[in-house]
């Protein structure tokens, strides 16, 4: 079994920041990305930031300029370094990663169960 366990929102003024953690554990051969999506109420889930093991990045134009991804890939974490919240901000972050646990011949999803981070204006 793998596990994704995120850590670190909560409720932060407008303009401040939060850093969220997500770490996998199980039994995991390899990670080949992990990221962050969120959704807010009644919107769908989107994507907020993927990282790469070659360490390739990519950003929602939303948050761009303002959250950085990382990954300590001893601890199999992934991080959210989010600053300059903004009220629209608001919503479940969730962790995901796409990995390959032992004995598997194909790689597979898998996913957090959500934080949630709060921007108050």
């Known amino acids: 079994q793998v596990q994704l366990v995120e850590s670190g929102g909560g409720l932060v003024q407008a303009g401040g920041s939060l850093r969220l953690s997500c770490a996998a554990s199980g039994s995991i051969v390899r990670i080949n990305a992990m990221g962050w999506y969120r959704q807010a109420p009644g919107k769908q889930r989107e994507l907020v930031a993927h990282?790469?093991?070659?360490?390739?990045?990519n950003y929602a134009d939303s948050v761009k300029g303002r959250f950085t991804i990382s990954r300590d890939n001893a601890k199999n974490t992934v991080y959210l370094q989010m600053n300059s919240l903004k009220p629209e901000d608001t919503a479940v972050y969730y962790c995901n990663a796409d990995l390959y646990r032992t004995g598997d011949y194909f790689a597979n999803v898998y996913w957090g169960q959500g934080t949630q981070v709060t921007v108050s204006s």
């Open positions: 990282l790469t093991s070659g360490g390739s990045t």
